[in-house]
């Protein structure tokens, strides 16, 4: 960067405090815009006037929990962050407290939302939290003042649906549809839901149905249920399977159990019970074997003693275990517990295998 726009840039940022700009950006020509109607018209003006490329960024206020987005060091995957290259290739990733990795340091609750302003139009939308440093490689970043969540969400609703500032672009709708997950706006969770519906091509569909059960909390898990119950595409049907296994609503998991007993769709059974084996649960593996013995689909049972193998503390051995010493059990259904016992490193397990061997 010239020495000249460095002292630029340093002047704007001694006196940003009344912009309220972020001190983790740097390496920027800053400028302020206020945002006093409707903030897209007012993103569709300044596509109009950037003679150059530039970004334009605001803040709002993120969904409750403890998450980070920024860069990841390649060196040190999932244990820091680093700072974020507008102008390069990285993408954001999610760091959770779910697993106990967010810095207490880095816990933000402010999100902030970038577009990239080309050739009269958005051509490239990224989301990150207030903590994470974003590098912007010497461009013209103008900040929007007093921008308001609903205003947002409603422009990244648009964004996500194949509104014309972003055109066909698929990776730019799901980026819009990301940074609309996680605001914390009245009239989010029914724009998330509506993105999840039959209006919008199935990869879409697919993300905001995640988003659903990953961000949206109760709003998200009653979404998810209503799409159950209208949802006639299997595939769709085994993304909400996975869906509800990221919901903290307690009821999400009884909501996946009912799917595994009764959807008409083999393949959604199967994979429900799949998910449950991986929710590690209590009463998972009383439902998966539960589908062993009375699920009428062949292929059902043999999903659910792979699924029986994916349960965590050993329930899943022992359970393997009673299936391949009870003699009334069919014989493909034995055989099936037998591969997948071997597979396992339980010396119970090779033990038992010895066993039938020798006879």
Avoid at 96 to 123: C, Q, T, Y
């Amino acid at each position: 960067m010239k020495a000249s726009t460095c002292l630029i840039a340093a002047v704007i940022l001694a006196g940003a405090s009344a912009w309220a700009v972020p001190a983790e950006i740097t390496n920027a020509e800053f400028e302020s815009v206020p945002v006093t109607g409707d903030l897209q018209q007012t993103v569709e003006r300044l596509a109009r006037e950037a003679g150059e490329p530039a970004w334009v960024v605001y803040s709002i206020p993120m969904v409750e929990g403890e998450r980070l987005l920024c860069c990841n060091d390649s060196h040190s995957w999932g244990a820091r962050a680093k700072s974020c290259e507008l102008e390069g290739r990285e993408r954001n990733f999610v760091m959770s407290n779910r697993r106990g990795l967010v810095p207490a340091s880095m816990v933000s609750r402010d999100l902030l939302v970038f577009l990239r302003l080309e050739s009269d139009r958005v051509s490239d939308l990224r989301a990150y939290s207030q903590s994470c440093p974003v590098d912007a490689g010497g461009t013209r970043v103008v900040w929007l003042e007093q921008v308001s969540p609903e205003s947002s969400a409603k422009m990244l609703h648009q964004f996500a649906a194949g509104d014309r500032l972003v055109g066909n672009d698929e990776d730019l709708a799901e980026e819009a549809l990301t940074a609309l997950a996680l605001h914390e706006a009245p009239g989010t969770d029914a724009a998330v839901e509506e993105l999840a519906g039959p209006a919008h091509p199935e990869d879409l569909r697919e993300e905001a149905i995640f988003w659903l059960g990953h961000l949206r909390g109760r709003a998200g898990y009653a979404a998810l249920d209503r799409l159950l119950e209208s949802e006639k595409n299997a595939d769709l049907k085994e993304e909400i399977a996975f869906a509800l296994t990221q919901s903290p609503v307690p009821e999400a998991i009884d909501r996946l159990e009912k799917l595994a007993r009764t959807d008409s769709s083999p393949e959604v059974r199967g994979e429900a019970l799949f998910w449950l084996a991986q929710s590690g649960s209590a009463g998972a593996g009383a439902t998966i074997v539960e589908a062993i013995e009375q699920d009428p689909d062949h292929a059902v049972r043999e999903e659910a003693i792979f699924a029986l193998s994916q349960l965590p503390d050993q329930e899943g051995t022992d359970l393997l275990l009673e299936i391949l010493r009870d003699g009334s059990q069919p014989d493909d259904i034995r055989q099936e517990a037998l591969f997948w016992l071997v597979q396992s490193d339980d010396d119970r397990a090779l033990d038992l295998v010895s066993d039938i061997l020798q006879k």
